[in-house]
């Protein structure tokens, strides 16, 4: 995930976004052309329903005028039985016409088709009154001679007959034989008009916006009936009209107004309100996905970004689940142990780091942590880790729950530092801080030199004297037994007195024990009195030395706190000698205070001396190293003092001795249980 490269990330993101897109026109696509084929397929849908209804419609009509010609036939059947009867036959005739508005005329005609009798229609002027009936022959004749090839009902071809109006009359005739017995004994003719035809029979069931017609074979219109065209569409639909002797076709037109209807149907309809309701859904989802994928990529770069912390920390970081195996380890983990990722995890104890002689101690470590009996300390705590390769390095752990997304404790993570170099440094400059105060020791010690001499000078002279003394008592012939006595033991006292005065300086140098230990502030001050008054003498500094009772004892390095003491108390005297003051003193006080945090005990001791104070250009620098103001001094002693008290957690600090030299203090922590 790191290492991909930018340019080449940004060109994917660009890439995704451009197949998004493609596939969101895609989408669009797809549902225009579903809704376009959906239009489509209801509007021919709709057309073939129109279709199967105008069909609908003119065989319907054809029945019609099949039955209506039929029972015409029967009713010109039941005219020709009364026969001869010309009387009777008129009014018959003229009934018919009346109620039969598709005849225009109807004749009675002899076996060689002469007229007997005629009858014209009420409805209209005598259809042949302008150019005859003659020319109308040939129909008749043509009709007749078909009736009487079949012996029943035949018609003529259509006519058009021109009318006074100025429009005409597509005419049909229908002959009828009369045969009685085997012999012919005449025809009735009637005159079918063709438009009348249609409008008597169809027209009362037919639509405002249908047309039917009789035509031709060839399309030619022989008559019509119904409106002229109305609307853009139109449905057509034909039967063959066949009757004996004529053949016609009767076609019907229908017209639609317009396409059908957008929403000709509700299926169209419902399909339509879904695909809008799945394209917004789609939307809403396809929103959610790119705001998912943002969010993603958030997560991402988070991820990656705390990745890089990882693995650019120097810290190890180390998780365990609860039952203590290996979750997680950074690179710096395995850098310091040097085991690889694979090695470690889901290692549970003893890990492969934990040096096996410790292997128990850490278990049970584990285990009380695994239980939460304890929190880890937040400081951390130091153990030991061992490399692959075998060696050991102390390392400092530092644990923390580790809580997951619903806050649930998962198991515990744990930053390790290898604390090895730190630790070497410590020992290093350990071992110089130490080496540093044995030569401010020494230094002290050769400062003292004199001092020892003379102060050796008085049990060495005394001894010498008495050694004289005894001498001169033996070389008498009886020597007093109990002077010889006396002056030995003051010998031996003398050369115990010696002898004391070399050790202190022999401890002194010599102490080197580290521990820390109670020790009680008399103890502390009695420890470097010798020494201190051995100076005193020299420069007659009167001591004082102040002390409570029941001071609670310190906790400290003894030798340390014995040198910090020698060393000011040396300072103090050398400062009045220096200054040539007339009467030298020296006040050594201990005090106990409850000062500090938490009421915590401390030991208060103070040097003060009433010498010359310290100068003002002096003061900054008093406790810098290798500062000093004298001839032949080395500069060290308070910087080490500072450093000692600070060690032990307490402070070293100076004031000036009211009205005349320097007080210095410094504290130290009380041992609480332990009092002197
Ligand atoms: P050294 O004693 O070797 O000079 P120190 O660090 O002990 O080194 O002292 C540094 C300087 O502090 C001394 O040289 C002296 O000038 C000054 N000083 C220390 N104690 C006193 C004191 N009690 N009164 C006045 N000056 C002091």
Redesign the pocket.
Same mark, same amino acid.
Do not use: E, R
């Given at each position: 995930m790191t290492a991909v490269p930018r340019s080449f990330r940004s060109g994917l993101r660009r890439l995704s976004s451009w197949r998004g897109w493609s596939l969101w026109v895609l989408l669009g696509v797809i549902v225009v052309a579903l809704l376009v084929t959906l239009v489509y397929l209801a509007a021919r849908y709709e057309a073939s329903v129109a279709q199967a209804n105008v069909e609908r419609d003119v065989a319907d009509a054809l029945s019609d005028i099949r039955s209506a010609m039929t029972r015409n036939v029967q009713e010109l059947q039941a005219l020709q039985s009364g026969r001869a009867d010309l009387d009777r036959w008129q009014p018959e005739a003229e009934r018919l016409l009346r109620e039969h508005r598709d005849w225009v005329r109807l004749e009675r005609r002899g076996p060689g088709l002469e007229l007997v009798a005629e009858a014209d229609t009420p409805y209209r002027p005598p259809v042949f009154a302008r150019l005859g009936r003659a020319n109308s022959l040939p129909e008749i004749q043509q009709a007749c001679a078909g009736a009487r090839r079949i012996s029943g009902h035949a018609y003529a071809r259509s006519h058009f007959v021109p009318q006074p109006d100025g429009l005409g009359l597509e005419l049909m005739e229908l002959c009828l034989p009369h045969v009685e017995a085997g012999r012919l004994l005449g025809f009735v003719v009637a005159t079918y008009s063709l438009t009348d035809l249609l409008a008597t029979h169809i027209g009362p069931q037919m639509g405002r916006s249908q047309e039917i017609s009789f035509t031709e074979a060839d399309g030619t219109r022989l008559a019509i009936h119904g409106l002229a065209r109305r609307g853009r569409r139109v449905f057509t639909a034909q039967q063959l009209l066949d009757l004996p002797g004529n053949t016609m076709v009767l076609r019907m037109d229908s017209w639609r107004r317009s396409e059908p209807d957008l929403f000709p149907n509700v299926l169209t309809a419902l399909v339509t309100v879904m695909s809008i309701a799945l394209v917004t859904v789609l939307f809403t989802l396809g929103h959610d996905t790119r705001r998912r994928l943002r969010a993603e990529q958030d997560l991402a770069d988070a991820l990656a970004f705390r990745k890089a912390m990882e693995d650019s920390l120097v810290t190890g970081l180390r998780a365990r689940d609860l039952q203590g195996h290996t979750t997680y380890v950074n690179p710096a983990f395995c850098q310091m142990v040097g085991f690889s990722p694979e090695e470690l995890l889901g290692q549970g104890s003893p890990a492969p780091y934990w040096p096996p002689e410790r292997a128990d101690e850490y278990r049970q470590r584990q285990q009380v942590r695994l239980a939460g009996r304890n929190a880890p300390p937040r400081e951390g705590f130091e153990s030991v880790f061992m490399h692959k390769d075998g060696t050991r390095f102390p390392v400092l752990i530092i644990e923390a729950p580790l809580i997951n997304a619903q806050g649930l404790q998962t198991g515990w993570m744990s930053a390790v530092l290898d604390i090895s170099e730190q630790r070497r440094v410590e020992e290093l400059s350990r071992a110089s801080q130490e080496r540093l105060q044995a030569t401010a020791r020494l230094a002290t010690v050769g400062e003292m030199a004199s001092l020892l001499s003379h102060e050796l000078n008085q049990p060495l002279a005394a001894i010498a004297s008495y050694a004289h003394g005894s001498m001169n008592l033996l070389q008498q012939n009886a020597p007093p037994a109990v002077e010889l006595r006396l002056a030995m033991a003051r010998i031996a006292e003398q050369a115990d007195r010696a002898g004391r005065v070399i050790k202190s300086v022999h401890d002194f140098v010599r102490r080197r024990d580290q521990a820390r230990e109670p020790v009680s502030a008399r103890e502390l001050v009695d420890a470097v009195l010798p020494l201190v008054n051995l100076q005193a003498r020299k420069l007659r500094v009167r001591v004082e030395i102040r002390m409570a009772d029941g001071l609670p004892s310190v906790l400290c390095d003894r030798t340390m706190v014995e040198q910090v003491l020698l $060393?000011l108390a040396r $300072? %103090?005297m050398q %400062?009045m000698d220096d200054a040539h003051v007339a009467e030298p003193e020296l006040v050594l006080e201990v005090r106990a205070t409850t000062a500090g945090e938490g009421g915590r005990r401390w030991l208060a001791f103070s040097v003060a001396?009433v /010498?010359? /104070?310290?100068a003002e250009e002096?003061k900054g620098q !008093?406790f810098t190293p290798f &500062? @000093? @103001?004298?001839v032949e =001094?080395? /500069? !060290? =002693? !308070?910087?080490l003092c500072r450093t000692v008290v600070e060690q032990h957690g307490g402070s070293l600090v100076f004031e000036p001795n009211l009205p005349q030299g @320097?007080i &210095?203090r410094f504290t130290l922590p009380a041992q609480p249980d332990l009092k002197a």
């Open positions: $060393n $300072n %103090a %400062a001396d /010498g010359p /104070g310290v002096v !008093l &500062f @000093t @103001t004298k =001094g080395m /500069g !060290l =002693g !308070l910087s @320097t &210095f």
